[in-house]
C-alpha cells in the first residue's frame, strides 16, 4: 500500500522546476511533462516517478509475457518502455543492425517516490513510507532556490565539442529510399517508416540541461526525461501510441509533418497546404487503417471508430497532422495484452506491419532500440499511457555515445530529395541543442 498526500501550490511552474532538479539525486528516474497542453485524453499535467523498489530488464525474448507478470504480481504504478525491438517477440523478426547504445530491450520499476501534478494540485504516493517522509521531501523540494539560470547557464563539456556524424550520407540515403519504393511499386508493402541515425562518440553531456533545452524549444505533450543509471533518454515527443482508461483504448498516430514560419499568414497557408496535401493525407489515412485493424483485434465487437481523421496540431518546432482511433475492451482484456497485440505502433511501421518491418531492417543501419519504441506507465487499475519516442536523444554516459534517429514515412508518391529534407527539419531542435553545447 500506498501512504498518500496532497498538497495546494502556490506557483505550480516553479515546483514543477524545483521538482524535476530534486529527482536528479535517483539512478532511476521518470519524468513525463504535458507541457501544458490542453488535451482531450489526459490525466496529468506532470509526473515524477523516482527511486526503484523492484525493476524488470530484460531482453525481447518473452519480453511481453515477462512483463505480463511483472505488471500483475506488482499491482502498483510501474513506470519504463518498450523498445522497437520487442517486435521479435510479436513476430518472426530479428534485429541485427549495428548497435552502439546498448538499452536493454524492456525496463521498467516501481518507484518509491510517485509524484502528480495537475493544476495546483500535488499528490505525493510514497511506497513503504518512512515516518514523515513525505513531509519531509515536500518542504526539501520547497526550500531549493532557483533563480531561473539552473538549466540556461552553458556548462563546458569535458569532452569538447560535440561533432555530429551521420551513420549513412545522402547519396546513399536516398538509394535506400528508391530501393524502398521499388518495394512498393513491386507491391510488397503500401508505406514504410525509413530512419536514419545521427550520432557522436566520445562525446558527453549534462542530460538534464539537454533536456530542459529542448523541451524548452520544443514544448511537446508527451516529453520525457528518463535515467536508467547510466543511460538517459531526452525525448520531446509529440505523438502518443496508446492510452488505456478503463475499457476505453484510444491511439493517436502522427503522419504529416510541415515547418513553422515565423509569418503568422504564411505559417496560416502552411498549414491549409498540410491539411489539403494528398501525399501527406494518404500516409496518415493508411496508418489509421493499419491501426484500426490492430485495436480490432482486442475491441468489443463494433466499438472501433476514428474520432479525429487527418487534423493538423502545431508545435512550437512544425506543423503535425494527427489521427484519433478508439476503442472499447472487455474488462478481462489483459492491459498488455492490448499493448502486445498493437505494437510496434503502425506510425512507425508501415503497412503491411509484417514485410514492412523486414523491409526497415534489411535497408537500416542501427539498430532502433529505445527510439520508435514507447514510454509511459501502468496504474495499479491496469490503466496505461505511452508515447511514441520520437524527436530524442538517446545517451550512454558509460560509452560516451549520443545519438538521435529520425525517419519519415515512405508512400508510392515520394520523392527521396523531399523525404531527406523533411528528415533534417524534425531532427532540427536535436541537433541545435547538441551543436549549442
Not at 519480453?63 to 511483472?70: A, P, S, T, W
Request: proline share 3%; aromatic share 10%.
Amino acid at each position: 500500500m500506498r501512504s498518500i498526500k496532497q498538497y495546494t501550490l502556490e506557483n505550480p511552474s516553479e515546483f514543477k522546476t524545483k521538482l524535476l532538479l530534486w529527482g536528479q539525486q535517483f539512478e532511476e528516474i521518470t519524468w513525463m511533462d504535458s507541457n501544458n497542453h490542453v488535451q482531450q485524453y489526459s490525466s496529468y499535467e506532470a509526473i515524477l516517478a523516482v527511486d526503484a523498489f523492484t525493476t524488470i530488464k530484460t531482453d525481447c525474448d518473452n519480453g511481453f509475457g515477462k512483463l505480463q507478470e511483472y505488471q500483475e504480481q506488482a499491482k502498483d504504478w510501474i513506470f519504463g518502455y518498450l523498445s522497437y525491438d520487442l517486435k521479435n517477440d510479436v513476430e518472426d523478426l530479428v534485429s541485427e543492425n549495428f548497435d552502439e547504445l546498448g538499452f536493454p530491450d524492456l525496463y521498467f520499476f516501481q518507484p518509491k517516490k510517485l509524484f502528480f501534478l495537475k493544476e495546483n494540485i500535488l499528490e505525493m504516493h510514497y511506497l513503504r513510507m518512512i515516518d514523515d517522509e513525505i513531509e519531509e521531501d515536500f518542504k526539501e523540494i520547497n526550500s531549493l532556490l532557483i533563480d531561473g539560470s539552473e538549466f540556461k547557464e552553458k556548462k563546458e563539456s569535458p569532452c569538447g565539442k560535440i561533432k555530429i556524424s551521420l551513420r549513412i550520407t545522402k547519396d546513399v540515403y536516398k538509394d535506400k529510399v528508391n530501393a524502398m519504393l521499388a518495394h512498393i511499386h513491386r507491391g510488397d508493402i503500401y508505406e514504410a517508416n525509413f530512419c536514419q541515425e545521427f550520432f557522436a562518440q566520445n562525446s558527453c553531456i549534462d542530460p538534464l540541461q539537454t533536456y530542459v533545452h529542448l523541451n524548452d524549444i520544443s514544448k511537446p505533450p508527451f516529453a520525457v526525461f528518463l535515467r536508467m543509471n547510466h543511460q538517459y533518454l531526452l525525448s520531446a515527443s509529440p505523438e502518443r501510441y496508446l492510452r488505456k482508461e478503463g475499457q476505453k483504448v484510444v491511439s493517436q498516430p502522427i503522419k504529416g509533418t510541415a515547418k513553422r514560419s515565423k509569418d503568422l499568414v504564411e505559417d496560416a497557408k502552411l498549414i491549409e497546404t498540410l491539411k489539403n496535401d494528398p501525399k501527406e493525407r494518404s500516409e496518415n489515412i493508411m496508418i489509421v487503417d493499419l491501426v484500426r485493424n490492430d485495436l480490432s483485434r482486442t475491441a468489443v465487437k463494433g466499438s472501433v471508430k476514428v474520432e479525429e481523421l487527418c487534423k493538423v496540431y502545431t508545435f512550437d518546432q512544425v506543423h503535425q497532422m494527427i489521427s484519433t482511433v478508439v476503442s472499447n475492451i472487455d474488462h478481462n482484456m489483459s492491459p498488455v495484452e492490448v499493448i502486445k497485440t498493437t505494437f510496434p505502433m503502425g506510425s512507425m511501421t508501415g503497412a503491411p506491419k509484417v514485410s514492412a518491418m523486414q523491409i526497415i531492417e534489411n535497408l537500416e543501419k542501427s539498430k532502433r532500440g529505445l527510439y520508435s519504441g514507447a514510454v509511459g506507465y501502468f496504474s495499479p487499475k491496469g490503466d496505461f499511457d505511452f508515447n511514441v519516442v520520437i524527436r530524442s536523444i538517446l545517451y550512454n554516459e558509460e560509452e560516451q555515445y549520443i545519438s538521435y534517429t529520425v525517419g519519415g514515412a515512405i508512400t508510392a508518391k515520394s520523392d527521396p530529395d523531399k523525404e531527406y529534407e523533411e528528415c533534417l527539419l524534425k531532427a532540427k531542435a536535436m541537433r541545435e541543442v547538441l551543436e549549442g553545447i
